[in-house]
């Protein structure tokens, strides 16, 4: 059996990771975006890094709960954990880095679907770990959301 503390260590640095890769990606295409015309109900830019913050925090613990409940990394809970963080990272890469705005869209629609399979699992799994994966999936739904909108205003 893994030590509990060894779970939620892992998780975070696997998942801080992700938020790393992402955010560097992000950081570097931020010129291109910036020269965008935002869709309507557009957050400032200062509420993107602190909703980010917050569900891949979320997503470390539902990660480390499930983790402790299965007692291996092969169960589906995790690999669609991993699984939904690569695709995170690659919509970063397509949207910011490539300026792929309709490709990081079909992207973010595969996200979406990954991240409610693993909401689900991780509900079989561990009730709370999969609970605190909805703000995640809704906030999923408002970046489709303005993602989609992004291209239609700019490109479409």
Sequence with gaps: ??????AYVVSFIVTGMAALVGSIVTYAGMD???QLIP???SPPA???PIAWTIL???MAIGAARVW????????TPVRLFIAQLVFNVLWSILFFGFGAILPAFICLLILWGLVLAMLL???STDKIAGLIQIPY?????????????????NFG
């Design 121 to 123: 699992s991780f509900y």
């Design 39 to 41: 869709p309507p109900l």
């Design 32 to 34: 291109g975006y910036r």
């Design 137 to 153: 999936l809704i906030w999923l739904t408002f970046a489709a959301y303005l993602n989609l909108a992004i291209w239609l205003i």
């Design 56 to 58: 891949f925090i979320l």
């Design 68 to 75: 402790l409940k299965t007692g291996t990394l092969r169960s």
């Design 1 to 6: 059996m893994i030590p509990k503390w060894k």
């Design 46 to 48: 200062a509420v993107f």
